[in-house]
């Protein structure tokens, strides 16, 4: 509220579980990813540019109106 006077937008991305060499090696292996994968609605974890990808729409001008929201980048595993 504070910045929309001055033009300033503040979104937030929530994502999910990004396939990442740090997730690969602490927790994206063995149970709890097959957990993860059996529990999200699209079946699979998100690649680092989906998740940048839904960044440069919200930097984009088409997105000039939207502000305040979070949004889930998750493959639906928020919904569950």
């Not at 994502?15 to 609605?41: L, Q, S």
């Amino acid at each position: 509220m504070e910045g929309a006077d001055y033009g300033i937008r503040a979104n937030c991305i929530l994502p999910g579980w990004v396939d990442t060499e740090m997730m690969r090696a602490d927790v994206y292996t063995g149970p709890a990813r097959e957990e993860w994968i059996k529990n999200c609605p699209l079946h699979r974890t998100a690649d680092p540019d989906e998740v940048a990808a839904v960044i440069e729409f919200l930097l984009s001008d088409n997105t000039s109106l939207i502000t305040g929201v979070s949004l889930p980048v998750d493959g639906g595993r928020g919904m569950v």
